[in-house]
């Protein structure tokens, strides 16, 4: 990038990380004339990260904890805002079925979180679940819990349309440039990069499964693990597919998995959130093995007969997990003009458009109109 080497540059803000939620923050900031760039250590459309990948499940009864409710909600509305805003459709809803014995958190949370925000949902017997939804092999311990106010996420192109929009609406965006570091400049800060220096008011990190060393000296409990995704061809693609075939989480006896309806070119898309295998991004295994495929097979063979005759594509990807499995966003505790949001636990992707805006709000209000404190670092003591 020899084109501005050995440049100083100015802007009011630096974003640090262009998945899903610092292409958000971008297009926040850029929507409020703020000159912004965004800068990414990786080509567009990398998989190396979080956010790639065909499908996303975006839910409003959020079993994982009822206060993320308003922040679902606010993104539901800007993602079909940036659907207007760019022409593109990104939001399919599908429903999501939430299934499980009656005790667990899958059952009991989204139960819970409906009531207490009043949303719809309705609880199916095994026997009423059967007849309604006939794919799902139902043992009669389970129950269903629908939720209409749920869909897909096109998450690919949900990075892209942010990216390109954030750029008409005046951003600059780098990928393929490394931060080497940075550093507070006063009241502002200094990025460095190989192509030169550049000078921001503030900076705000977004850096995914690269958090735990981009953030090391605030001593987040941040792990990086690796996940599988497979997509199997069903025997008959209209059983498993919208609007008769839902979204899904299922507590299972190997875990809690999730699928996604059958999308044409993607096939039927399945995967669990098993504790995953600690690593780093340098150091994940990126291929899926034919012993991990078989395994996801005879759990889905199992529950949904006929889903997985034949494999199309298996992925990995990488979680960034926290020990509560909940988010971090905040600011950091000796640089305010540095704000951060990391360990988005395999279930920050939907929430992106919101986090960009808690993001946008704390670099340039220092506090955000959202309420986002049961997400702040202080909650975990050995941070600093």
Known sequence: MDYHQGMSETF??????????????????????????????????????????????????????????????????????????TGLDLLLMTGCLNIGRPGTQVVDGVIASARRHGLPSEVLPSDAMRSRFPAFALPESHVGVYQPTAGVLNADACVGALVDASVARGATIRHGELVNN????????????????????????????????????????LQAVRQYVVHFEPQAPERFSAPGFP??????AEGEVYGIPYLPGSGFKVGGHDPGEPCTPETARRTVTAEEIENVRSIFERCLPGCATTMSMAATCLYTVTPDR???????????????????????????????????????????????????????????
């Open 182 to 221: 940075w550093e507070p400049d006063g009241d502002g800060v200094i990025v460095r990069t190989p192509s030169g220096t550049i000078r921001a008011q503030k900076l705000v990190i977004t850096a995914g499964p690269w958090s735990a060393s981009v953030l090391a000296d605030l001593g987040l409990p």
């Open 12 to 85: 009011d803000v630096v974003v640090l990380g262009l998945g899903v939620m610092g292409a958000s923050a971008v297009h926040q900031l850029a929507g409020r004339g703020v000159r912004v760039l965004g800068l990414d250590a990786n080509q567009r459309g990398h998989v190396l990260g979080s956010s790639h990948g065909r499908s996303r499940i975006i839910r409003e009864a959020y079993y994982e904890a009822a206060e993320y409710v308003p922040l679902v909600q606010r993104a539901f509305i800007q993602w079909r805002e940036l659907e207007e805003e």
């Open 326 to 384: 909940h988010f971090i966003i905040d600011r950091h505790p000796e640089h305010p003009q540095v704000s951060y949001a990391a360990g988005f636990s395999g279930h920050g992707f939907k929430f992106g458009p919101t986090i960009g805006e808690v993001l946008a709000d704390l670099a340039i209000e220092g506090s955000s109109r959202h309420d986002v404190a049961f997400l702040r670092a202080a909650r975990f003591p050995a941070a600093s």
């Open 247 to 252: 979204a899904f989480i299922w507590d299972v």
